[in-house]
């Protein structure tokens, strides 16, 4: 606090001492610090599940791409290990240089392997990145900014991966009712993602088990969210099979294409 009374959060460093001071428990610390060493510890137990279920480590969040060192020292000895790496992201980040879509090879190497987030993000299997709102505009009123770095990232990633710099990239779409899921924002994603060449996405249905996290922070409910239904489900998938696309449930990916594939 700047002084008593003010909390500034600009002055923040998440040192957490207002939490240990505070009397009243009027302050709360959700989540621990812990070191790499203390995380692979935990993860050291299930290598063996990992490895026998064809499963790996995925790094999600809030939003990992924000603590790129650690998130890179964690992979580099999960990768030592042979464990399966993937990270979630919504594709809000920065590379520090722009890569040509054109010359793959005109983005010198030192310049990429030189930036912590590449160097994060060049240790994962695969990204399991979010495509929300086509249109720019709408995607800032719902999401805070704009999506023009976001699909930049988009194809950046893919990009590096078709010329065997970078991981695989997964387009997911989560299926938010009266946001996402409209014919007009599901027809335009379905050609981004096919503009980069791919060919699949996982569809993200909306829930509201967030709403207990409302009640605690005293925000009203947002009566109109309601959880996707699965004929709204069933016809997203039909017009994105109708474009071409092949599309999943979260974590069926893996399992037999014909059986997975959300049809209705």
Same mark, same amino acid.
Not at 93 to 117: G, I
Not at 148 to 165: C, M, P, Q, W, Y
């Given at each position: ?5 003010? +909390? ?18 009027? &302050? /709360? ?41 650690? /998130? ?5 000895? =999960? ?6 790496? %993937? ?20 983005? %010198? ?8 987030? +590449? ?50 990239? +997964? ?15 599901? &027809? ?14 996982? =569809? ?28 709204? =489900?069933?016809? %997203? ?28």
């Amino acid at each position: 606090m700047s002084r008593p009374g003010v +909390w500034d959060t600009d002055q923040c460093t998440l040192c957490f001492e207002c939490v240990k001071q505070c009397h009243t428990d009027a &302050l /709360v610390q959700f989540g621990e610090r812990q070191s790499i060493s203390t995380l692979l510890d935990d993860l050291m137990g299930e290598y063996s599940l990992y490895r026998t279920s064809g499963g790996g480590v995925t790094f999600s969040g809030g939003e990992a791409t924000l603590f790129p060192k650690y /998130v890179a020292a964690v992979s580099k000895q =999960l990768k030592l290990s042979g464990i399966h790496t %993937a990270i979630e992201t919504c594709g809000v980040f920065k590379f520090s240089s722009r890569f040509s879509f054109e010359a793959p090879d005109a983005w %010198a190497r030192e310049a990429l392997s030189s930036q912590p987030l +590449w160097q994060m993000l060049s240790l994962m299997d695969i990204v399991l990145f979010d495509l929300k709102i086509s249109d720019s505009e709408q995607h800032k009123r719902h999401c805070g900014a704009t999506n023009s770095e976001i699909h930049d990232n988009f194809r950046t990633l893919v990009a590096l991966h078709k010329a065997g710099k970078g991981p695989e990239v +997964w387009p997911r779409i989560p299926l938010i009712p009266h946001v996402t899921d409209s014919p007009e924002n599901l &027809l335009a994603l379905a050609s981004l993602i096919k503009s980069v060449g791919l060919n699949s996405v996982t =569809l993200v249905p909306f829930h509201n088990l967030g709403e207990s996290k409302r009640e605690w922070l005293k925000i009203p409910h947002r009566t109109h969210e309601e959880p996707l239904t699965r004929e709204a =489900l069933g016809e %997203a998938g039909r017009l994105l099979l109708s474009e071409g696309l092949t599309c999943f449930l979260p974590g069926e990916e893996i399992r037999d294409v014909d059986d997975q594939k959300v049809q209705s």
